[in-house]
């Protein structure tokens, strides 16, 4: 198969064309401007690819409910130039071939269990922290939906008492990408992430709030692995900080194989940052399948 892959990011398309295997043989990014900029650049470079299928996992929200009028559009995003945009639409017209959608997070969810670590797991959550917070989640075999989709950076989450921070967020504030995403970091610090490397103080924060939500997605989901991707991520002392704080927060209550063993439970992503992209082709497949 030839598959086209497109994660639609808030500030980068990231075009690419693989197969079923999750074998990616070109890939090109695309700055995010206004549909009417950005979305022919992409469509020539999937025309000239002469692709059988496309998946898109795309930023959000999203509707991905195909019995709704709206299947395939962006929504209420805050990126204003692409409210409530036929995505799906565009490019099922201009191409002609079939195209699978979902969230982007999602998609690397599908990524990572289709040809990553997570691979023959039932029950798995990946989380994305960079200049937001989204979690796409795979249980039972399939990708959540429901309403809508899981927005699961958005759960509330309490205030350690030395933060006077109000955060970032302009829904919620101390939700935890009001608190816990690149922006945030930024913002209450004074200095990008990258910058702040050396200092324990915000890696110990940072990781006491990932931790809290990683509380609530063990007690609701139960999933069998947790997956952390991201920029924010790529700073990989907050891996045993936020393992740490997660069994401490649980006080024993859940006692199972997996958090016995809980540096191999929590883990960073595993597919060289092309977590992604390898859902969207797996999107496509299941398109052209019809799955």
């Known amino acids: 198969m030839r598959l086209g892959a497109l ?5 980068k398309m990231v075009c690419a064309v693989g197969d079923e295997t999750g074998k990616i043989f070109d890939q090109i990014s695309i700055p995010t401007r206004t549909p009417e900029e950005t979305v022919p650049e992409m469509l020539a470079y999937f025309k000239k690819a002469e692709i ?46 079939p195209v ?39 249980a039972e075999g399939n990708l ?21 921070y109000q955060g970032k967020c302009p829904y919620h504030k101390s939700c935890l990408e009001g608190l816990a995403a690149g922006p945030a970091i930024e913002e209450r610090w004074g200095k990008k992430a990258i910058e702040l490397k050396d200092r324990e ?17 063990i007690l609701t989901v139960s999933p069998e692995m947790i997956i952390l991707g991201g920029g924010v991520m790529h700073q990989e ?24 063993h809980i540096e191999n439970y929590i883990v960073p992503a595993s597919l060289q940052d092309n977590q ?13 399948r019809g799955e």
């Open 7 to 11: 994660e639609a990011g808030g500030t």
């Open 52 to 97: 059988e299928a496309l998946g898109i996992g795309c930023f959000g929200p999203i509707d991905p409910d195909k019995s709704s009028a709206t299947y395939g559009h962006i929504t209420s995003t805050p990126k204003l130039a692409w409210r409530n945009y036929n995505i799906v639409g565009a490019f099922e017209e201009a191409l002609g071939c």
């Open 100 to 138: 699978g959608f979902d969230t982007d997070v999602n998609g690397s969810a599908l990524g990572e269990v289709t040809f990553g670590q997570a691979k023959g797991k039932k029950s798995v959550i990946y989380i994305t922290i960079g200049t937001g917070v989204g979690a796409g989640i795979f």
């Open 144 to 164: 959540i939906h429901g309403m809508l989709h899981p927005e699961a950076g958005h759960v509330l989450i309490q205030k350690r008492s030395d933060d006077t």
């Open 201 to 217: 103080e915000v890696w110990d924060l940072e990781s006491y709030y990932i931790a809290q939500a990683l509380v609530g997605y």
């Open 237 to 260: 002392q907050l891996f045993p900080k936020i393992r740490g704080y997660v069994k401490e927060l649980l006080n024993g209550y859940i006692q199972t194989e997996e958090l016995e």
């Open 276 to 288: 992604g992209i390898m859902g969207c082709l797996e999107l496509g497949r299941r398109a052209l």
